[in-house]
């Protein structure tokens, strides 16, 4: 069912099988819509709720903007309490918006959530500007149970006064176990059995209370099936008992996760491990009590009881009272952030509802800040916070539950492990300290060149385990809780290395004139910024210090190999540079003529010595010479003479000496010069080697 305030809306109900069905023309004014009016839930499930809701777009030109929303079973239209306040549902409720629909749900199921639950918003136009959508979704709970139908035939049948839809399916169990094969609304025990019987709705997990077919069977019912205690308290779980027999032993345990498997751990008496803190008080006839004082969130568990007779042992695999102990903790539930300080509105929170309403206390710096012992269910608290203040609230009475301290955050500091110089390839830790002792939400930053940053890491440290020159640069970290950020200032990061890449260059290039200009350039990749020292060849003494080392008139000597040795604190690198002299044209003309000179003096040298040493094996070689007469001699002096060498590797050299001939021809004279090592000739070898033979013939005209 949907409700307008403004007319000219029409609105039109629908039954359609038992579902309420709401359907709205929309108009141009304020409204909104349910998707059921009615819902019935089973206790221990959980129910959703849905609105949807429309308002002017905008009101005297101004646009309209939705600032907030909720729901609410409590107050008037223009004085409502939101739910999700309310200590009865800590813990339960489920809030979701999507655009103009909003959802609601609430787990754990009780029989007192029932109520008319009701949903409005909060726009920007003020106090006109809010709405509730009416007339709400009357909600009701009930108990899903065992109904004995027929007495005489023992038929049983699984009931509830809400519905289930079309042919909903069942589960049965007998004495906790489930039957196989069962998923019909009634169920007829096989005989007439002192066991107790239970049913379930397939697919919702829950359990409806034993129940016995004859007035005395085996069964266990807990007063309870979830139970909410504060940290520090004590806490009761009961439970009713019955049995047609004597009972032997009866305890409770924790249902161990492996007590559920096939071959289950036996379960221990808890009073066995801790008798300090359990204890089994106000024992009676099928009823027993479990205290645990001074509980601890360690015993959130589920606890059972278990008991034995002469002939049976009560092991349900039925589900007990599941305890859940929370401690208390300020929740922000709005936040107006100022210059100097931070106005919050606070509420004391617990992750589940306790059974018990509770006076809660809130302390401002370790101090009051309200008085606890008439401060009945100040569970929310309005206060200003300046950086370093802190909040804390807890329940009167229970000293233990106070809880973790709340802070108005002050900007970090950056703490560096290694505060002097920072070394390349070495460790470094950066720690984003805060003055409080509760660790926030810390995010770690690096600053781009010109306006900007990237997110580096996350948490307390940023750690680098080999930092890098690339590393360089200047880094912030930011704190923040539900109180608002705090960024620190940024620190700068200068790591300091030795020379890198060291590399020399030649103006105007690497073959230079003689009488031309030089500048040899040393440069590296370091720091801090590197000094340059000049070295010349293999010299130890340095040539120039400095990165540009300039020769204005360059000569044959400045040639060679130049050595740049790039150094700072941290290391040293060295660069070569061979340069080579270019003759001008002259020189070049000049050179190579001393060159040739030299070649040809050369020459000259190697044949005189090749004909002497000739000559001096001619000498060797021949014993006698024949004797000349004068006239023979005078003649040979004006003759040509002809000479004929031959060597030969191997074999024996032969050779023949003869007087020339006196032919006349064309002007020329002969003459034929051999000597021998014998004047008889032998004769040439059959098989001879190959011989190499050098043949020399030189002419001379007769004068």
Request: one cysteine or more.
């Amino acid at each position: 069912m949907s409700w307008s305030a403004q007319k000219g809306r029409v609105v039109f109900v629908i039954l359609l099988f038992g579902v309420q069905v709401v359907q709205g023309m929309e108009t141009i004014d304020w409204g909104g819509t349910y998707a059921q009016t009615t819902i019935c839930g089973l206790t221990g499930t959980t129910v959703e709720f849905q609105c949807s809701f429309w308002y002017p777009q905008t009101i005297d030109g101004q646009n309209t903007n939705v600032v907030k929303r909720f729901w609410f079973t409590k107050g008037s239209s223009y004085n409502t309490e939101d739910l999700s306040l309310d200590p009865e549902y800590s813990g339960r409720l489920h809030f979701d918006c999507q655009g103009d629909l909003c959802r609601l749900s609430i787990r754990e199921l009780r029989e007192s959530d029932a109520a008319v639950y009701k949903f409005r918003f909060v726009t920007n136009h003020g106090r006109e500007g809010s709405y509730s959508v009416m007339p709400g979704v009357n909600l009701t709970v009930n108990d899903l149970r065992v109904q004995v139908r027929n007495y005489r035939q023992k038929t049983l049948r699984c009931v509830t006064k809400c519905h289930l839809g079309s042919s909903p399916s069942y589960n049965w169990y007998e004495n906790g176990e489930e039957i196989q094969n069962e998923n019909s609304q009634d169920y007829t025990p096989a005989h007439n059995s002192k066991h107790s019987y239970s049913c379930a709705v397939r697919d919702q997990h829950l359990l409806s209370p034993p129940a016995c077919v004859v007035e005395k069977c085996n069964k266990v019912v807990y007063d309870n099936r979830n139970i909410c205690a504060l940290k520090g308290s004590s806490v009761d779980i009961t439970c009713t008992y019955s049995h047609p027999y004597a009972i032997r032993t009866k305890f409770w345990f924790r249902a161990d996760p492996s007590y559920m498997r096939i071959n289950p751990s036996p379960p221990r008496n808890l009073q066995l491990d801790d008798r300090d803190r359990v204890e089994y008080p106000r024992e009676s006839y099928r009823r027993s009590t479990l205290r645990i004082k001074n509980v601890m969130e360690s015993d959130s568990a589920e606890y059972r009881f278990k008991f034995t007779t002469y002939d049976f042992e009560w092991r349900s695999s039925l589900p007990g009272t599941s305890l859940t102990v929370a401690a208390v903790q300020v929740q922000v539930m709005d936040v107006e952030v100022e210059d100097s300080y931070v106005s919050a509105q606070l509420s004391c929170h617990m992750s589940c509802s306790p059974t018990a309403p509770l006076s809660f206390c809130w302390m401002r710096n370790g101090r009051s800040a309200v008085d606890c012992s008439t401060a009945q269910m100040t569970k929310h608290h309005k206060i200003d916070l300046y950086p370093g203040d802190y909040v804390t609230c807890g329940v009167h009475g229970y000293p233990l539950t106070v809880s973790t301290p709340l802070y108005a955050l002050k900007a970090p500091l950056i703490w560096p492990s290694d505060p002097e110089e920072i070394l390349e390839g070495r460790p470094l830790t950066l720690t984003c300290r805060t003055d409080t002792q509760t660790s926030y939400g810390q995010h770690w930053y690096k600053k781009l060149k010109p306006s900007g940053h990237q997110a580096v890491g996350d948490g307390p440290e940023l750690v680098f385990t080999s930092i890098r020159s690339s590393d360089s640069a200047e880094y912030f970290c930011t704190v923040g809780n539900e109180l608002g950020n705090k960024t620190s200032q940024s620190v700068m990061i200068d790591v300091k290395y030795g020379p890198l890449h060291a590399n020399v260059s030649a103006i105007p290039s690497s073959s230079i004139s003689v009488g031309s200009s030089v500048s040899l350039t040393c440069s590296s990749d370091a720091n801090p910024d590197a000094s340059y020292i000049w070295y010349k060849d293999n010299e130890e003494s340095p040539k120039f210090t400095g990165a540009v080392f300039n020769i204005s008139d360059y000569r044959q000597h400045h040639g060679g190999e130049y050595r740049c040795e790039a150094r700072n604190a941290f290391g040293s690198l060295n660069a070569t540079l061979w340069l080579q002299v270019k003759a001008s044209p002259l020189e070049a003309a000049t050179i190579g003529c001393v060159t040739a000179a030299l070649l040809l003096i050369l020459l000259l040298v190697a044949v005189l010595m090749l004909r002497k040493k000739m000559a001096s094996k001619h000498t060797t070689q021949c014993k006698a010479q024949p004797k000349a007469t004068a006239d023979s001699h005078r003649d040979h002096q004006e003759e040509l003479v002809y000479s004929v060498v031959a060597f030969s590797k191997h074999a024996p050299t032969y050779s023949n000496v003869a007087n020339a001939k006196r032919d006349q021809d064309d002007g020329v004279e002969y003459t034929a010069v051999g000597c021998s090592d014998s004047r008889v000739s032998r004769p040439k070898l059959q098989e001879e080697p190959d011989v190499s033979t050098l043949y020399s013939t030189v002419q001379k005209k007769r004068i």
